[in-house]
Each structure stands twice: as structure tokens, then as C-alpha cells.
């Protein structure tokens, strides 16, 4: 018989490991950690920058934590040390390179079932994010540049001819950073950034004010075509440029078909239904951090949400 879990939680980033710590530290024993990456926090892994500042209070958003745990300002590195120390420190049960594939309830008991494995849980918290479905431009990307054309930083190098388009914290920093190793542009369709912390605001000025990077601003992509093997980026303006690589840092999407397949409803404006507990129409069943943001989440949030969740399975009857 397949072993009956207290708590079963899907994806392994600040949500989910927020939500195995806390529940252990409630007094909480059986649950398992779920996820498909070959680590926890894999978009802290792959869209966070080498030495990247982690902001608690991320986009000037003042958070208080709530639960045990102390996260604090501090680097991608020190981040996940942190989580590493934490799933070490409370013996968390994890599943590693299991992607979950669908969530059902029948009988009272959730069945989990992953790329390798089924689970029975009597709650199941899914907090997988919105990173592992970057958001992509609505004109399309030639396949022969498939190498080129990224949406995170797994395949920068350096010397490179870059293009970052976005105008958002995550687009910014990229900028930033890669322009210490390579020639970067930073492309974002509106005039101004409005988006920006403070910190991202003037460091952004001050590298383009002393032209470590370019900015172009005001301009839309129209077209991307392979020039001999290289990016060829065709702007409203009526110019192009040919580049070594282009990134994409437009944000990511809900994945909502796989939220609506374990039946999770959606309102009129596309976002997953929830109440106040973070629990979804199917009791039992809750979300938590980005997915159940409506936008802007961050860590300490995703970090509230288990800590409420945890708290309020323990006060309903579902255990
Ligand atoms: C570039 C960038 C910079 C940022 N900087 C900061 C900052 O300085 N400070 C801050 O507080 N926030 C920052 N954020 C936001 C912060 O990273 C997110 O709010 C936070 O990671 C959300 O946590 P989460 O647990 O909801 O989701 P995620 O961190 O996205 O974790 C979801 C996890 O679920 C896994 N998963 C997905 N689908 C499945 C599945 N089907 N089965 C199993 N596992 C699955 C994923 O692999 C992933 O590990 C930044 C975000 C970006 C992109």
C-alpha cells in the first residue's frame, strides 16, 4: 500500500520549502517535498544572476515573517545555503527530478502522481511558480536560433554581443551584470522604466550614463531572422542589429493548464480561485507564492503563505 502522507507539497522553491519547514516545526511529521527540478529552488537557480543581491522586502514590498523561518537580505549563494541548511536542519522528506503530473481526490485522500511515482496525501500544497513557463514575444522566434534566443542565463558566456529585453527588476539586473563580462543593449518598449527599485533605477542610469551599456528604450521588436547563424533583431524604427544572443526577462505565466487539470478554478480574469486560507474549491488542496499572487510575488510572501496554510490545516479537519 502506498504510504499515506500528512502533507504532500509540489515544487520545491521559497513556497514549498516554507511550507516543510513550518509544517514540521508545528508538529507536523509526514510530509514530502516535491520536485521536478534535479534541486529546490530552481528559479532562484537558473533566472537568479552568480552573486545576484536577494532582497527580503523585494521591490520595496515590506514584509513581516511570519513562521520560524529567518530570511534576510543577502545573495543567490547565501539564499540557497539558507534553504539548504533549513531542508537539512528539519529532516524534510524530498523527491528530486519528479515532475507532478496530476493531483485527484477521491475517497477524502489525494492522489499525487509524478513523471516516477505516486503518492497518497490527505493535503497537498502546490507551490510551483510561474517561472517554469517564461512568458515568450508574440512574433516568432526562428527555431535554427533555438541556442541563441534564451529565457534565462544558463548559456551566457562572455564577449558576447547581447540584447536583454524587459523593463522589469529581473531585465535590469541581467543588464547590469553581463555588461561587466559583454556588450550589452537593453531594449524595453516603453520610454521609461516604472517598474524598477530604487537601487535597480540608479544603478541602470549610472552604467548608461557612463555607457557600460546602451539602452533602447521606446522601441519594439518586430521580427527576429537567423543572419549566418547570428540574431538579426528587427526594431519599430525601421533599423536592426545583428547580435551574438538575445534574452528574454518578460516574466512568466501560470500554468494553467496543468492547474486547471488537478481541478483548480479560475476567475474571470484568468487567475486560479482561492479563499482567504489559500485553499482552493477542493478542500485540502492550497496554493501558495507566486502562483497565488495576483502579481509581484517574492520571497517573504511565498514564505507567509505556507506559514498560513500550515497554520490552518492544523486548526481544520482535514488532518
Ligand atoms: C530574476 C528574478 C529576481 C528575483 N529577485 C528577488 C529578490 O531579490 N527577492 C525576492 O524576495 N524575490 C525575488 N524574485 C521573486 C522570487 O524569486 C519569487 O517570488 C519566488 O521564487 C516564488 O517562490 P515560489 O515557491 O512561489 O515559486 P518558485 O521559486 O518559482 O519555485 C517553484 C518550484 O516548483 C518547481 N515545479 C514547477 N512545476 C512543478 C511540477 N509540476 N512538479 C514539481 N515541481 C515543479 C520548480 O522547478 C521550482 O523549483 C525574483 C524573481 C526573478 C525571476
New binding site residues.
Partial sequence: MVQLYDLVI?????????AAVEAKALGLQNILM????EN??????K???DN????????G?E?ELKGTID?R?GTKES?LNYFDSLLDKGEIDTAFN????SITKENGQFYVV?SKAGYRAKNVIV??????KPNKPDYTLPISLKERINFNLDKCSQKEKLLIVGG???AV??AIELSKTNNVTLNYRRETFSRLNDINLTLINEYNGQEKLRLRLGMDIVSIENENGLVKVNFTDGYYTIYDRVIY?I??TT?VD?LKKCGITFDAEGKPEFDEHYETKTKGLYL??????KS???????LN??HDIVTHILTSSHM
Avoid: C, L
Wanted: charged share 20%; glycine share 22%.
Fill in positions: 509540489i515544487g520545491g522553491g521559497p513556497g514549498g520549502i516554507g516535491i520536485e521536478k527540478g529546490h529552488s530552481q528559479t532562484i537557480r533566472f537568479y544572476k545576484k543581491r536577494v532582497d527580503k522586502n523585494y521591490k514590498q514584509i530570511f537580505d539564499t519528479s515532475e507532478v503530473e509524478t507551490a510551483i511558480g510561474t517561472m517554469g522589469g527588476n529581473s539586473e541581467y526577462a516574466g512568466g500554468p496543468f501558495a507564492g507566486d502562483i497565488a499572487v509581484g510575488g517574492s520571497i517573504a510572501i511565498a503563505h505556507a
